[in-house]
């Protein structure tokens, strides 16, 4: 069984930053493109942020210049470093995964999801 697990959500002011954890565990054979995505309220989910296995990396429009994507293979976790944050950023944070399971097998996985309010 495979798991998602994001942390590192919470309150913070406008122009603060904060930084998201995803956390792969279990039958994990290798991993694949990864993915920061958002939901706001009344609003569709979105992607924000995607990192390649080889490291390259993707942004939304609305967050570049002000977030960066990362991953440590070593330890199965990806990152997202949310800095210059606004109002408009507050949503649900996900992470999502291509993971494989075996060398023929793979799988998309999603975290359960992590608040994050941008609020004074």
């Known amino acids: 069984q495979v798991q998602l697990v994001e942390s590192g959500g919470g309150l913070v002011q406008p122009g603060g930053s904060l930084r998201l954890s995803c956390a792969a565990s279990?039958?994990?054979?290798?991993?694949?493109?990864m993915n920061w995505y958002r939901q706001a309220p009344g609003k569709e989910r979105e992607l924000v942020a995607a990192?390649?296995?080889?490291?390259?990396?993707n942004y939304a429009d609305s967050v570049k210049g002000r977030f960066s994507i990362s991953r440590d293979n070593t330890k199965n976790t990806m990152y997202l470093q949310m800095n210059s944050l606004k109002p408009e950023d507050t949503a649900v944070y996900y992470c999502?995964?291509?993971?494989?399971?075996?060398?023929?097998?793979?799988?998309?996985?999603w975290g359960q999801g992590t608040q994050v309010t941008v609020s004074s």
């Open positions: 999502n995964a291509r993971i494989a399971i075996s060398n023929y097998a793979a799988n998309n996985y």
């Open positions: 279990g039958s994990i054979f290798s991993i694949g493109d």
């Open positions: 990192i390649s296995s080889g490291g390259a990396t």
